[in-house]
């Protein structure tokens, strides 16, 4: 049986993106944004992609138990639309 999303984890994940857009940092979240929008994704779609590269970073580094890599992130920000996990694919 498939279980929905847990809604208080979707939250805190479009609150991160949130923070990095109003905080502007880092810049790339709000070039990212921009940049998705401008190839016709909706602005709930673009953020929904952006949280799915916040979430990807943080099961990497819970998995790696390493710092959050800023480098990795940006890299799968200017991935976008294509996701972390078909990136990997790729490797």
Aim: with cysteine; net charge negative; charged share 30%.
């Amino acid at each position: 049986m498939d279980e929905a999303p847990n809604p208080h984890l979707r939250e805190a994940i479009l609150e991160v993106v949130s923070n990095q857009l109003r905080d502007g940092n880092p810049p790339e979240t709000r070039a990212t944004l921009e940049r998705l929008m401008a190839e016709g994704h909706s602005r709930d779609e673009a953020i929904r992609q952006i949280g799915c590269v916040v979430s990807c970073e943080i099961f990497e580094v819970l998995k790696s138990k390493r710092p959050f890599d800023e480098a990795r992130f940006v890299a799968a920000l200017h991935a976008l639309p294509r996701m972390p996990w078909e990136i990997e694919g790729d490797a």
